[in-house]
């Protein structure tokens, strides 16, 4: 059968011109493209968004594109292709982290529900105690991997702040985890994820089950720990719901520790062993003062 005409009903040349010039982006409603802009990377929503348009400007400006902070996709080197043309953009000379890290939990307006630091980004306390205080309902905190020290005793103080806090990771081992520890015990009643890579020993885990009885998933992949340790935890955490401790040293998943271990829906030990490579084992007084080999 022949196609419609236009006068029979079908769609001339002109009229679906006017249909394509119709549907523009820019004019399409304010909360379908605060939902598209939400799903977006903070580079995005900061180089690239806000200069195609003031429509999009606008609604790049909702603080529901702000809940989601993941620093730690961004590469803040004076030389990398992000801080190159944030600085294009913004007409700056060079890109300061804190600076950047105030400019988005500014647009979060308090909502801002996950933050990753950089691992390496030169994040100082200072950065840390703004994020306390206008991120207040954090659910979700990773920090860098190196702190200096004095900025490292003030984590348990600081963690302390965010009562809604669910989950923690941490790349090293603070110098104050007994502290950080006992904070999100006393204060974070929703907590259920941490993650930790370090010498995990007698007191580390001892905390641990003490004050996070309540814990439904544990990460320690990449640490040193004894089966002793894991028992310990295991005992204590009676809700853990997954237990991650691959890749570590001082610890091999026997009969024994796999049958106390049963209650867990996952229990991941891949690549963990008693000696290291250069069949060096530890003993107890080398635990307590931290000298290990890998």
């Given at each position: 059968s022949a196609l419609p005409s236009a006068k029979e009903g079908g769609t001339s040349k002109e009229d679906s011109t006017a249909m394509e010039e119709g549907r523009r982006w820019e004019d399409m409603q304010v909360d379908c493209l605060v939902n598209i802009f939400r799903r977006l990377g903070l580079d995005d929503l900061t180089v690239s968004v806000p200069f195609v348009c003031t429509c999009w400007w606008r609604a790049?400006?909702?603080?529901?594109?702000?809940?989601?902070?993941?620093?730690?996709?961004?590469?803040?080197?004076?030389?990398?292709?992000?801080?190159?043309?944030?600085?294009?953009?913004?007409?700056?000379k060079t890109l300061?982290?804190?600076?950047?890290?105030?400019?988005?939990v500014h647009r979060s307006h308090g909502s801002a529900s996950e933050l990753i630091f950089p691992l390496s980004s030169g994040a100082s306390v200072h950065d840390l105690a703004y994020v306390s205080i206008n991120c207040p309902g954090l659910r979700t905190l990773a920090l860098p991997d190196k702190l200096m020290?004095?900025?490292?005793?003030?984590i348990p103080e600081l963690i302390g702040r965010w009562k809604d806090l669910e989950q923690l990771e941490l790349e090293t081992k603070p110098t104050s985890f007994l502290e950080t520890?006992?904070?999100?015990?006393?204060?974070?009643?929703?907590f259920a994820r941490l993650k930790v890579r370090g010498l995990i020993g007698k007191e580390d885990a001892s905390v641990i089950?003490?004050?996070?009885?309540?814990?439904?998933?544990l990460e320690l992949s990449g640490s040193y720990l004894t089966k002793d340790e894991l028992a310990v935890i295991v005992s204590g955490c009676r809700k853990l719901e997954r237990l991650t401790a691959?890749?570590?040293?001082?610890?091999?998943a026997d009969e024994e520790l796999l049958r106390l271990a049963s209650g867990i829906h996952?229990?991941?030990?891949?690549?963990?062993?008693?000696?290291?490579?250069?069949?060096?084992?530890?003993?107890?007084s080398e635990q307590q003062s931290g000298f290990f080999y890998w």
């Open positions: 790049s400006l909702d603080p529901v594109c702000w809940r989601v902070l993941n620093l730690r996709s961004l590469d803040f080197r004076t030389w990398s292709q992000f801080s190159r043309s944030f600085g294009s953009r913004y007409r700056l300061s982290f804190s600076a950047f890290l105030r400019l988005v020290l004095e900025d490292d005793l003030r520890v006992a904070a999100i015990g006393h204060n974070c009643t929703r089950a003490m004050c996070l009885p309540e814990l439904k998933q691959t890749d570590c040293l001082g610890f091999q996952s229990f991941e030990h891949e690549g963990s062993k008693l000696l290291s490579d250069n069949g060096y084992e530890t003993d107890e």
